[in-house]
């Protein structure tokens, strides 16, 4: 399957009174390279394993396979990941007829806010919260996978 979406930094904690749900949620990684990640995800009582391939040109689309596992799974694969944890909670919020996921980051990833909205095509128009802000599509570096191993805290203040 393929997925497409779009990813924004946030400029505001407003998303928080719009929020229908929040979910805490962890993940490792088995394989974070970019052409093949494998990632392990505990959300709230659901646990999954997902395989993304590398992102086309745009950086809006990707091959995204993934399996709902058990928790007890999913504990047992973390310890197997690389070294790193992304922790974070998601924030579900409407906007339109779209869902925006706003995932707010803790640990070494504290201080970043990021939302992605998932599309139908690369050409699909959506409504934009007030507090997006600027797009992030296709920027590696606001991958989870890449956040692993450069957590945003040590990114240079120009950087961020």
Same mark, same amino acid.
């Given at each position: 399957?393929?997925?497409?979406?779009?990813?924004? +930094?946030?400029? $505001?904690?407003?998303?928080?009174?719009?929020?229908?749900?929040?979910?805490?949620?962890?993940?490792?990684?088995?394989?974070?390279?970019?052409?093949?990640?494998?990632?392990?995800?505990?959300?709230?009582?659901?646990?999954?394993?997902?395989?993304?391939?590398?992102?086309?040109?745009?950086? /809006? $689309?990707?091959?995204?396979?993934?399996?709902?596992?058990?928790?007890?799974?999913?504990?047992? +694969? /973390?310890?197997?990941?690389?070294?790193?944890?992304?922790?974070?909670?998601?924030?579900?919020?409407?906007?339109?007829?779209?869902?925006?996921?706003?995932?707010?980051?803790?640990?070494?990833?504290?201080?970043?806010?990021?939302?992605?909205?998932?599309?139908?095509?690369?050409?699909?128009?959506?409504?934009?919260?007030?507090?997006?802000?600027?797009?992030? $599509?296709?920027?590696?570096?606001?991958?989870?996978?890449?956040?692993?191993?450069?957590?945003?805290?040590?990114?240079?203040?120009?950087?961020?």
């Amino acid at each position: 399957m393929i997925e497409t979406e779009r990813k924004f +930094l946030v400029t $505001s904690e407003a998303f928080k009174a719009e929020a229908i749900r929040q979910q805490k949620i962890v993940q490792g990684y088995l394989n974070s390279a970019p052409e093949r990640t494998v990632r392990v995800r505990i959300k709230g009582d659901r646990a999954f394993l997902t395989i993304k391939g590398k992102s086309n040109d745009s950086g /809006l $689309s990707r091959y995204e396979w993934e399996k709902e596992i058990s928790v007890e799974e999913a504990e047992a +694969l /973390l310890k197997l990941c690389e070294p790193g944890m992304v922790e974070k909670v998601r924030y579900e919020v409407n906007s339109g007829n779209h869902i925006f996921e706003v995932d707010e980051f803790f640990g070494a990833n504290k201080g970043l806010l990021l939302a992605e909205v998932e599309l139908t095509s690369e050409e699909e128009e959506y409504e934009k919260p007030s507090w997006l802000g600027k797009e992030v $599509s296709g920027a590696k570096r606001y991958y989870n996978s890449y956040l692993v191993n450069q957590p945003y805290q040590t990114w240079k203040i120009e950087e961020q």
